[in-house]
């Protein structure tokens, strides 16, 4: 895969002079103000969608999407991927098998597709909800290595740690720990941009575990349950159809994961558990 990089693109940050107020007490400072701008994903030199996103890792973003989106079923059919920074914003080239780009003809996105929605812009029922096949045995993770985990992904995260403003997305190999992490404004971008990464690299999906600072929505479910990832941990809650489809796919989802807490809402089987310390 012929990956350009963006040399002239935005940062990932901006930095602004902000008035800060404590009760009656006002100082000037210097603030770091998280960047969302403009992609647009052209396969072929057709269009298909606009995403808002933070700028960075944005040949994984393309590569992520595409194959979460069921666009190309490996990295392998990507031909190029190239980066052009517009005044408007930034378009995302990519060449890929014209049997691929015949398949999206009428199905290109007629909306933006906004930071916080996986789905925007989705033009019928049968596009929006889809439903992945089954993900495999995949990895038996051990609850405490977890809590240790997401205590450590707060040391991964440099773009949230300026700006306070970004999601990420880790994957974790049990005994080894995080292993990658992406940041986005978007949490579902955060997502590809980690898939996309992992497909660079020939990961086997089936060996390790995202964890994802974000409530579990539908999209993210999706998007692992499609690259066959048999668990995900979020920070925070997730919805009811997000529930529905990890249980369908065979998916082990936990919600609320936060110090030694968390929630086991589908498929606990894969959660190891020692008698004295890990307990949920």
């Not at 190029?80 to 999206?104: D, F, H, K, N, W």
Request: proline share 4%; charged share 20%.
């Amino acid at each position: 895969m012929d990956a350009i990089p963006q040399e002239l693109g935005w940062p990932g940050y901006r930095e602004n002079t902000v008035e800060r107020w404590q009760g009656a007490v006002q100082t000037r400072q210097q603030d770091f103000v998280a960047e969302e701008v403009p992609v647009s994903l052209i396969y072929n030199d057709v269009p298909h969608v606009v995403m808002l996103a933070t700028p960075l890792d944005l040949e994984d973003f393309a590569l992520g999407f595409s194959l979460t989106e069921g666009i190309i079923a490996d990295a392998a059919e990507i031909g190029s991927i190239r980066v052009y920074q517009r005044t408007e914003g930034i378009e995302v080239r990519l060449r890929i098998p014209e049997a691929r780009a015949a398949c999206l003809t009428g199905k290109g996105r007629n909306l933006t597709g906004r930071t916080g929605c996986g789905l925007c812009g989705a033009q019928s029922l049968r596009q929006a909800v889809r439903h992945p096949s089954p993900v495999g045995q995949g990895v038996y993770a051990s609850a405490r290595e977890l809590q240790e985990n997401l205590a450590r992904l707060r040391d991964h995260q440099t773009l949230n740690r300026l700006t306070g403003a970004v999601h990420a997305a880790a994957w974790v190999l049990p005994e080894n720990g995080i292993q990658k992490v992406r940041e986005d404004v978007g949490r579902h971008n955060a997502l590809d941009k980690l898939i996309g990464v992992l497909s660079r690299t020939g990961t086997d999906f089936d060996r390790g575990y995202v964890l994802v600072t974000s409530r579990a929505s539908y999209e993210m479910v999706q998007k692992c349950a499609t690259m066959g990832i048999t668990l995900m941990a979020a920070i925070s809650a997730p919805t009811a159809l997000a529930i529905r489809l990890a249980e369908e796919t065979g998916l082990t989802l936990i919600g609320f994961a936060r110090g030694d807490k968390y929630v086991v809402y589908t498929h606990a089987h894969r959660l190891v558990h020692s008698k004295e310390k890990d307990l949920i």
